[in-house]
């Protein structure tokens, strides 16, 4: 990752506060991606389609393909995810009750790592329970880019990421050059204060 690339990630996290739609996204190792999120009362589903609409938002706008509420600092079991040839979905509450014997290899990426590609082992086809955001339940099978992303998604509910995964050498690689990459942002987040400060006050 070069610097003009961190300056561009930098860039488009300061275009967040012009869209009340566009949520936060928290960056590891932020606390909060490390809590497992609580359940959401069923009857509280229908208070939340403000929340879930911005999920939705706030996923697309950042080209993901899933996003979990932890992501965004909201300790519910609540995702978003992309389903290929269909509108994006929104899930409460969701569970996986059966998994294929058939697993595969593939290249992930996670909002809450940027910039960040693993090769990751997932499940082929998993069946999942969940409700939709009317408080109706639905069960359904999902295969391939579908179901690994459910997946993905559902690690985060509960409390972990996907460098679970990795061995012990290659986890400690990957977090030393993401660690490096979040003090350059956050000297790049001070000199974007003090310009900013600079100009308020010749205005």
Same mark, same amino acid.
């Given at each position: 990752?070069?610097?003009?690339?961190?300056?561009?990630?930098?860039?488009?996290?300061?275009?967040?506060?012009? =869209?009340?739609?566009?949520?936060?996204?928290? %960056?590891?190792? =932020?606390?909060?991606?490390?809590?497992?999120?609580?359940?959401?009362?069923?009857?509280?589903?229908?208070?939340?389609?403000?929340?879930?609409?911005?999920?939705?938002?706030?996923?697309?706008?950042?080209?993901?393909?899933?996003?979990?509420?932890?992501?965004?600092?909201?300790?519910?079991?609540?995702?978003?995810?992309?389903?290929?040839?269909? $509108?994006?979905?929104?899930?409460? =509450?969701?569970?996986?009750?059966?998994?294929?014997?058939?697993?595969?290899?593939?290249?992930?990426?996670?909002? $809450?790592?940027? =910039?960040?590609?693993?090769? %990751?082992?997932?499940?082929?086809?998993?069946?999942? $329970?969940?409700?939709?955001?009317?408080?109706?339940?639905?069960?359904?099978?999902?295969?391939?880019?579908?179901?690994?992303?459910?997946?993905?998604?559902?690690?985060?509910?509960?409390?972990?990421?996907?460098?679970?995964?990795?061995?012990?050498?290659?986890?400690?690689?990957?977090?030393?050059?993401?660690?490096?990459?979040?003090?350059?942002?956050?000297?790049? $987040? %001070?000199?974007?204060?003090?310009?900013?400060?600079?100009?308020?006050?010749?205005?």
């Amino acid at each position: 990752m070069n610097l003009k690339e961190i300056q561009d990630l930098h860039q488009n996290k300061q275009k967040q506060s012009r =869209n009340q739609d566009i949520l936060d996204v928290f %960056i590891w190792p =932020n606390s909060v991606l490390s809590c497992i999120a609580k359940i959401v009362p069923l009857d509280g589903i229908e208070n939340r389609r403000e929340f879930a609409k911005q999920l939705l938002i706030t996923m697309q706008y950042y080209n993901g393909l899933g996003l979990a509420a932890p992501q965004v600092g909201i300790n519910e079991r609540i995702i978003a995810v992309t389903i290929t040839n269909e $509108s994006p979905i929104v899930m409460f =509450n969701p569970k996986i009750l059966e998994f294929s014997q058939a697993k595969e290899t593939v290249e992930e990426g996670c909002l $809450s790592f940027p =910039n960040i590609l693993l090769q %990751i082992q997932r499940y082929k086809e998993i069946k999942v $329970s969940y409700y939709n955001q009317f408080g109706q339940l639905e069960t359904r099978m999902f295969q391939d880019l579908n179901a690994k992303v459910i997946q993905h998604e559902i690690e985060h509910l509960n409390g972990t990421t996907f460098l679970s995964h990795l061995s012990r050498i290659k986890r400690d690689i990957i977090v030393r050059k993401f660690k490096k990459q979040a003090r350059i942002l956050k000297k790049l $987040s %001070i000199i974007y204060r003090k310009q900013r400060h600079e100009v308020t006050e010749k205005e």
